[in-house]
T-cell receptor, first 112, second 114 residues
């Protein structure tokens, strides 16, 4: 079963920041949080991951709370092409057997 | 192009039949993962192979099997197909067993069972 819960859907105005929350209250100390997105029926695309510290890359920022029970993915300037289903995932397993258990994700719609 | 190649892109077959889906991982990646995505189930992890050996199993039915060959490509075999097996099947790859920087997914095979 997925270890994360996310809102089912969200809307965001084009050009504004999109903040996608995720709850992972049962996360263990060494489990990473990953974010992927899936545009229409294409293969999921890796966005970003983190353990405890906030992370930023060219696509997004990831803010993880100090207790690690929740996180927020931030798309700083959302565009219409960011319309997708966003999955927050806790990577489970051990060395060599890591796997991602996908939940139902958040359907983000960026509005013109 | 993600570098992960899945063939065929579309497959239509009848109930009771057997099909084989193929995946070529990104160059240099040793691990291959298979996922099934149906409308009512979301993305379900099926199985992982690392350098030819099975490493992790998820919700894979007994009618399904997979293997990874010495050249690292992988095949997912689905037999005694049922209408409920209609889904998108994704393959993903990562350099080692950990996929630390994430998996790279292919574009999927859409299977329709009629």
């Amino acid at each position: 079963d997925a270890k994360t819960t996310q809102p089912t859907s969200m809307d965001c105005a084009e050009g504004r920041a999109a903040n996608l929350p995720c709850n992972h209250s049962t996360i263990s100390g060494n489990e990473y949080v990953y974010w992927y997105r899936q545009i229409h029926s294409q293969g999921p695309q890796y966005i970003i991951h983190g353990l405890k510290n906030n992370e930023t890359n060219e696509m997004a920022s990831l803010i993880i709370t100090e207790d690690r029970k929740s996180s927020t993915l931030i798309l700083p300037h959302a565009t219409l092409r960011d319309t997708a289903v966003y999955y927050c995932i806790v990577r489970v397993g051990g060395s060599g057997t890591y796997k991602y258990i996908f939940g139902t994700g958040t359907r983000l719609k960026v509005l013109a | 192009d993600s570098g992960v190649t899945q063939t065929p892109k579309h497959l239509i077959t009848a109930t009771g039949q057997r099909v084989t889906l193929r995946c070529s991982p990104r160059s240099g990646d040793l691990s291959v993962y298979w996922y099934q995505q149906s409308l009512d189930q979301g993305l379900q992890f099926l199985i992982q192979y690392y350098n030819g050996e099975e490493r992790a199993k998820g919700n894979i039915l007994e009618r399904f099997s997979a293997q990874q060959f010495p050249d690292l490509h992988s095949e997912l075999n689905l037999s005694s197909l049922e209408l409920g097996d209609s889904a998108l099947y994704f393959c993903a790859s990562s350099p080692l067993g950990g996929g630390f920087n994430g998996y790279t997914f292919g574009s999927g095979t859409r299977l329709t069972v009629v």
